[in-house]
């Protein structure tokens, strides 16, 4: 909503990618009862809070005077759209507003016989016509009460989910025909201490772990993946992007874990390697034996063509200040392998057990080289001007940080020279940004050009 300062309506805007905002799961609904406003999303509950705030803050007096505006950070603004979702499911099923996140913390964090939270619990009104229920609690159970909920959560499995209508369970079933256009069931999974999801069927909205709501990691798309194998291995052909790509999706699908290496010296690795690994035959696998084979510790080794040239591969390398000490060991052997491999062309991929991918290497996206050309014109208009121009000065700047990666050392010099007669421009008692000289990095070539 707009806010009237000294006169004039002022609004604030908050402008988002499109395709990133059609990737995040999203309900079709947004309203229930006919009147009260259902959040759809993580992301639409955060930005409507983030506005509210705004909204709030444009009635501060003299508002403006200090940078400091919010006294909140990001995450506390995504920890209550967290709440503000979760907690509109509670009008779908009693119409009326209750603390359903902080509940479903709880219950999280409780133990059981020294085990953490771990079950599941279908949300849905009493009596919903795709709920079948198997056992009923002639006293249902408050979920406040959370001890007996997480003793209750014992008794689930894949199949049977304790049931609740998001105030009380009730008993315990299992979903069957679902009209999932309806959006009035949902699924809590707990997977661990403090940690669980929100899924409206298989699809996850939202995942919290110690409070804290984020959005599920996306798995990587076909496109990511074979416009890596494209740019890292010189002669693979489309028929081989394919054959490997449905080896890979095999492998996401280990619960506990993988790793894949994709070498085009795959046969001589599988001999050097020899003592810590088992060879194979080479052999193109089929999903269900990619499946099997990723059961088990180690890496698969694969060719460029996806045939199989050792499975349990332990792989070796020197240790460097590339890794992630907050990563898993997994990440961090496939990170100081790839290091030793100066001249080999290979790609791993690491499926870690919370389900998250990693491609080693990471290559940045391609972008048109015309973007750079275009800002360092930007900068020289605005050197050439009589009056510099501070904002359109700063928007270019922000938009080259961005890009850095990017540049090669020839535009880095000229961007820095410009830069620095701008800035001289600049009257000295006027508030400016301080500005770094550009480095080029040594990882770029005009391979990440379109």
């Known amino acids: 909503m707009p806010v009237k300062v000294r006169g004039f309506w002022v609004f604030t805007i908050l402008k988002l990618r499109e395709e990133a905002v059609k990737s995040i799961p999203s309900l079709k609904k947004s309203n229930v009862l006919g009147r009260y406003e259902i959040k759809k999303s993580l992301l639409e509950a955060t930005i409507s809070n983030y506005l509210s705030a ?6 501060i007096p003299d508002v403006g005077e200090e940078l400091n505006v919010f006294n909140r950070n990001g995450p506390e603004f995504i920890r209550s759209g967290g709440e503000t979702f979760l907690n509109s499911f509670a009008l779908k099923f009693h119409g009326e507003h209750f603390n359903l996140f902080e509940l479903i913390n709880l219950i999280s964090s409780q133990y059981y016989e020294g085990a953490e939270s771990s079950g599941r619990i279908i949300i849905s009104q009493n009596e919903h016509p795709a709920v079948n ?43 069957a025909d679902y009209d999932f256009k309806e959006e009035d069931l949902f699924i809590i999974e707990f997977k661990g201490h403090f940690k669980w999801e929100l899924k ?15 959005l599920p990691r996306e798995r990587i798309g076909k496109e990511l993946f074979s416009d890596h194998l494209i740019r890292i291995f010189s002669s693979i052909k489309h028929d081989d992007i394919n054959t490997v790509w449905d080896i890979i999706q095999a492998a996401t699908e280990q619960k506990h874990g993988t790793m894949v290496v994709i070498s085009n010296k795959a046969a001589e690795e599988a001999d050097r390697l020899n003592s810590q690994c088992i060879n194979v035959e080479p052999i193109n696998f089929s999903s269900d034996i990619m499946r099997l084979v990723t059961a088990i510790d180690g890496a698969v080794l694969l060719d460029p063509k996806g045939k199989c040239h050792a499975l349990g591969v332990i792989l070796d390398g020197l240790a460097t200040d590339k890794g992630d000490s907050a990563r898993g060991a997994r990440l961090n052997s496939a990170i100081r392998y790839l290091d030793t491999r100066d001249n080999d062309e290979c790609l791993i991929v690491v499926v870690s057990e919370d389900g998250h991918i990693n491609l080693i290497p990471y290559l940045k996206p391609r972008i048109p080289r015309h973007w750079i050309d275009y800002l360092i014109k930007d900068l020289q208009e ?5 009056e510099v121009d501070i904002r359109v000065f700063n928007q270019t700047m922000r938009n080259l940080e961005r890009l850095a990666f990017y540049l090669f050392p020839k535009d880095c010099d000229t961007i820095n020279e410009l830069r620095e007669n701008i800035e001289s421009k600049i009257e000295p008692d006027i508030i400016r940004i301080v500005y770094r000289d550009f480095i080029p990095n040594p990882e770029m070539n005009k391979n990440y050009y379109k």
């Open 54 to 59: 705004c909204s709030t803050a444009l009635q």
């Open 133 to 175: 229920v198997t056992l009923k609690f002639i006293d249902p159970i408050n979920l406040s009460n959370h001890k007996a909920i997480r003793k209750l959560l014992e008794m689930t499995s894949d199949s049977i989910s304790l049931l609740a209508n998001g105030n009380e369970a009730y008993g315990m079933g299992y979903v």
């Open 200 to 214: 409206h069927l298989e699809e996850i909205l939202m995942i919290v772990e110690y409070f804290q709501p984020k």
């Open 382 to 386: 605005v050197n050439e001007s009589e």
